[in-house]
C-alpha cells in the first residue's frame, strides 16, 4: 500500500535561496493539495489542483510561491527568494473524488528551515 | 472568516478515561467535519468524519456528537489508552467533499498509562 509521499523529508536553506518540494500522490488520485504547518497550529490550506489544473489559491501564496502538477500526477512547491517566515512544515495530500466527497490522505510532511 | 475554534489546547487523561476535544465553526456554509490526528513526524491521518445529516457517528472507542444549531462539533474518545496520544485537529469544508480545509489549532493529548 503505497501513500503519498514527498521528497525532501527535511530542507534547510539559506534566506534568499530558491527551494522546490516533490509531492507523490497516491496512484490514481486526482485530487492533489498543498498545506502549510507551523509549529503548534493546524495544517493551512495553500492551493488544490484536481488533475492538472490548479483550481484554488490561498491568498497564503504569494507570488514567491508557485505550484505545478505537469500531466496530473506527481506535483512540485517552489519557493522563491526564501524568508525566514517560510520556515515551516510543508504537507501534501491527495485524494478520489466520489459523488459523495473524498478522503485527504497526507504525506510525512517536508519540513523546511531558513536560516 | 472562515475559522474554526478547537480547544483545549491540551489535554491530559488518565488511561480508560474519557478524552473529549470541541470545535466551532462560524461559517454555516461548512458542511463536511472531519478529525485528523497527527503523530509527531508524521502528516495527519483521517480518523473520523461527519455531515451535518446525522448528530452522531460513532467508529470503534471514537464518536463525533455534531450539534447543528450551535455550530459545534466534538470528538470523544472512549477507553482512552496510552498509544491515543497524539495531536488531534478538527477540520470543516463546504462543498460535500474535502477540498480546501480549515483546520482547527489541535489539541495534544497525553494518555497517563
Known amino acids: 500500500d503505497t501513500g503519498v509521499s514527498q521528497n525532501p523529508r527535511h530542507k534547510i536553506t539559506k534566506r534568499g535561496q530558491n527551494v522546490t518540494f516533490r509531492c507523490d500522490p497516491i496512484?490514481?488520485?486526482?485530487?492533489l493539495y498543498w498545506y502549510r504547518q507551523t509549529l503548534g497550529q493546524g495544517p493551512e490550506f495553500l492551493t488544490y489542483?484536481?488533475?492538472?489544473?490548479?483550481?484554488?489559491k490561498s491568498r497564503l501564496l504569494s507570488d514567491r510561491f508557485s505550484a505545478e502538477r505537469p500531466k496530473g500526477s506527481f506535483s512540485t512547491l517552489e519557493i522563491q527568494r526564501t524568508e525566514q517566515g517560510d520556515s515551516a512544515m510543508y504537507l501534501c495530500?491527495?485524494?478520489?473524488?466520489?459523488?459523495?466527497?473524498?478522503?485527504?490522505?497526507f504525506g510525512p510532511g517536508t519540513r523546511l528551515t531558513v536560516l | 472568516q472562515q475559522q474554526v475554534k478547537q480547544s483545549p489546547q491540551s489535554l491530559i487523561v488518565q488511561k480508560g478515561g474519557i478524552s473529549i476535544i470541541n470545535c466551532a465553526y462560524e461559517?454555516?456554509?461548512?458542511?463536511?467535519f472531519p478529525w485528523y490526528q497527527q503523530f509527531p513526524g508524521k502528516g495527519p491521518a483521517l480518523l473520523i468524519a461527519i455531515r451535518p445529516d446525522v448528530s452522531e457517528k460513532k467508529e470503534g472507542r471514537f464518536t463525533i456528537s455534531f450539534n447543528k444549531s450551535a455550530k459545534q462539533f466534538s470528538l470523544h474518545i472512549m477507553d482512552s489508552q496510552p498509544g491515543d496520544s497524539a495531536t488531534y485537529f478538527c477540520?470543516?469544508?463546504?462543498?460535500?467533499?474535502?477540498?480546501?480545509?480549515?483546520f482547527g489549532s489541535g489539541t495534544q493529548l497525553t494518555v497517563l498509562p
Open positions: 495530500a491527495s485524494s478520489l473524488r466520489r459523488d459523495r466527497g473524498d478522503t485527504q490522505y
Open positions: 489542483f484536481q488533475n492538472e489544473a490548479q483550481l484554488e
Open positions: 461559517n454555516t456554509a461548512f458542511d463536511y
Open positions: 496512484s490514481e488520485h486526482n485530487r
Open positions: 477540520a470543516a469544508s463546504i462543498g460535500g467533499s474535502a477540498r480546501q480545509l480549515t
